[in-house]
């Protein structure tokens, strides 16, 4: 199962996945290709490091979504490699139809929150202010609703006293780094059906 990455910062749980391929826990998924929409993200030079293509695709002419020719260069760009799989891992714009439905069904992305409690922005924050004392992370497929697609899997982290930003978001990071891995590996085949 050929996987291509999109992310826009340091990327955390690209790293996570690449690690997991290269100890051999990401069944029968192999990533193909990792895309940005910022030039100088981190997540690109986890290409270098894993032996994986790496590549900046300019998202012009919009900030904040993925529309018009920066739609038109991603779809091709990814196009190129032809995946069977797309992974949102931090990629932070919205997908409007021209991507979605170049890949249709194959896109899942990875939210930090237990869906559907606490879509969009900073879910961590969201999951303090609201008082919860339960949260997690989440791993669907992408639709044309944000953050509103089938939920293939979750994990739960607690919160505890006197929890922090900082410290709910690493211990949800935590837990994304097993869990996306883990969804990849099974929906390539390796184990039970997602």
């Not at 998924?29 to 695709?57: E, H, K, M, Q, Y």
Request: proline share 6%; glycine share 12%; with cysteine.
């Amino acid at each position: 199962m050929r996987v291509a990455i999109l992310g826009s910062g340091r990327g955390s749980n690209a790293e996570a996945i690449l690690s997991a391929q290269a100890a051999g826990r990401l069944g029968r998924a192999r990533v193909v290709g990792i895309f940005s929409d910022v030039a100088d993200a981190g997540i690109l030079a986890l290409g270098p490091r894993f032996g994986v293509p790496a590549t900046f695709v300019d998202p012009a002419p919009f900030r904040t979504k993925l529309e018009g020719d920066g739609e038109a260069r991603f779809v091709a760009a990814v196009s190129a490699v032809h995946p069977d799989m797309v992974v949102l891992a931090g990629f932070m714009r919205v997908l409007k139809p021209g991507f979605l439905g170049a890949f249709e069904g194959r896109i899942i992305n990875l939210h930090p929150s237990l869906l559907p409690r606490f879509p969009g922005l900073d879910a961590v924050g969201q999951a303090l202010r609201a008082g919860a004392k339960v949260t997690g992370c989440t791993v669907h497929r992408v639709t044309a609703v944000i953050d509103g697609g089938a939920i293939i899997a979750q994990t739960e982290v607690p919160i505890g006293e006197g929890e922090t930003h900082d410290s709910l978001a690493q211990k949800v990071h935590a837990a994304e780094h097993a869990l996306l891995p883990s969804v990849i590996a099974r929906l390539s085949g390796a184990g039970a059906a997602a």
